[in-house]
């Protein structure tokens, strides 16, 4: 269906990487022991953490191969945990406590959404009964979702990505068979991607005991989301008309009356203090009283694609984490292609057993990947060439790609490539 046309969102140009062949194998990597947190987290770092995607990603403390031409790290950061990342190599360029096991807040619905995602086609209609919005938090963040309206999906999804709605998330999580299965489900994705210092209690990331994620598993979920159109489409949303209550006009007649939304990624939609980021795509910001402010970004910015991810800055000025991020992304464009990696973004358990196959190799000459990688690339002309004038999004699906993934060749000593990558084209 497509998006209505008052929805509004930055340009965005899409295409499809193809990730080159890499002789080294990934670092062997082994998830430390799942303690039970509290609600609050101490202030320091544990000493064991967990070494998914290399040993010193489990390390306290700042992690980063400074060198000759290397760019040094903004001194005036203050988050408890932040990780910079190469979206398309899976290569970490530097971290801070990245497995710190932290309260997500609403950056949890990035985990939410590309579980629940697939599940129903936007064009979906639900009638809201009072049970769909029982047992909302106190204080929780709302799109303003009322009892016996009727919504599409799609209105539903605007609501959970731009407003943060967490009336949004449990109407949406009790048509996936009730609050317990789809929280179940989230934490069977988040072991599939290998997001291990994850653990749900609700889905909307509201605080609960033992609700915890990390820097390095949301950059992880983040990943994984881009890879749905639907996701990129969502994330990218500024502003949108959201349906509001029936009422009866002066003949009589029934109006459903709408208003506008803006998203509360302020990267994305700007505020006093902080302008439009350039290249800015989204994805998911979050606030609470134990999570303090939360937030995972993607932008492109000369045809290098960066994840960064940002948990519970220390200074309170207003805005903070926002501020944080776009210096952590100035430092990792100047940064990228000058400083060798700490660690990686690893692939999904799926992926990651499908490489081990016999017969899938570099040259793609199992079961005709090399023919498929052909087509990405000829998809990368096509989509930069319709793409080269106007403004919009452009959004379409690498072929090549994905047909590479879908038939399971996930190449040995190749990391794992988003097949169609969110790119942002500078606005006229």
């Not at 599409?152 to 449990?170: I, Q």
């Not at 902080?274 to 939360?294: L, R």
């Not at 199992?366 to 989509?383: D, Q």
């Amino acid at each position: 269906m497509p998006a209505p046309k008052k929805t509004a969102r930055r340009a965005l140009l899409v295409t499809s990487a193809v990730v080159s062949s890499l002789a080294l194998t990934a670092p062997v990597s082994f998830a430390a022991p799942k303690p039970s947190p509290s609600t609050s987290p101490s202030a320091t770092p544990p000493a064991n953490m967990s070494t998914v995607g290399g040993t010193r990603l489990g390390q306290a403390g700042t992690q980063v191969n400074l060198a000759a031409g290397v760019p040094v790290l903004p001194k005036d950061l203050t988050a408890r945990s932040w990780i910079v990342a190469d979206a398309e190599s899976g290569d970490v360029l530097a971290a801070h406590n990245a497995h710190w096991r932290l309260p997500p807040a609403s950056t949890m619905k990035m985990l939410f959404a590309d579980t629940v995602l697939p599940r129903f086609p936007k064009t979906m209609k639900h009638e809201v009964v009072p049970s769909d919005l029982a047992d909302l938090g106190s204080g929780s963040s709302l799109v303003g979702i009322k009892e016996g309206e009727t919504y599409t999906v799609h209105d539903l999804w605007l609501g959970v990505f731009l407003r943060s709605g967490n009336d949004a998330v449990h109407v949406l999580s009790k048509m996936n068979n009730g609050i317990d299965n789809t929280v179940k489900e989230m934490n069977e994705h988040a072991e599939e991607l290998q997001a291990l210092d994850t653990n749900v209690v609700s889905p909307d990331g509201y605080d609960a005991p033992r609700q915890v994620s990390s820097a390095y598993d949301l950059t992880l979920i983040a990943r994984s989301g881009l890879q749905k159109k639907d996701f990129r489409e969502y994330s990218s949303t500024v502003t949108a008309k959201f349906p509001g209550a029936t009422t009866k006009n002066k003949k009589g007649k029934s109006v459903r009356e709408s208003f506008e939304i803006q998203n509360t990624n302020r990267l994305l939609s700007g505020d006093s203090d902080v302008p439009v980021y350039q290249g800015i795509a989204g994805v998911k910001n979050g606030n609470t009283t134990n999570a303090g402010a939360t937030f995972t970004g993607v932008a492109e910015r000369n045809g290098k694609v960066l994840l960064v991810t940002v948990m519970n800055p220390e200074k309170s000025e207003h805005n903070e984490v926002y501020k944080e991020t776009a210096r952590l992304f100035d430092w990792g464009f100047q940064a990228a292609g000058k400083v060798q990696p700490v660690g990686e973004l690893v692939a999904p358990k799926s992926a990651a057993q499908a490489s081990a196959q016999p017969g899938a190799n570099d040259a793609g000459e199992a079961g005709g990947a090399g023919e498929a990688e052909k087509s990405s690339k000829s998809a990368v002309g096509a989509s930069a060439a319709s793409g080269s004038s106007g403004m919009g999004i452009a959004l379409g699906i690498a072929g090549g790609l994905l047909v590479l993934l879908a038939g399971g060749a996930f190449l040995i000593n190749r990391r794992w490539p988003l097949p169609d990558l969110v790119r942002r084209r500078g606005r006229s």
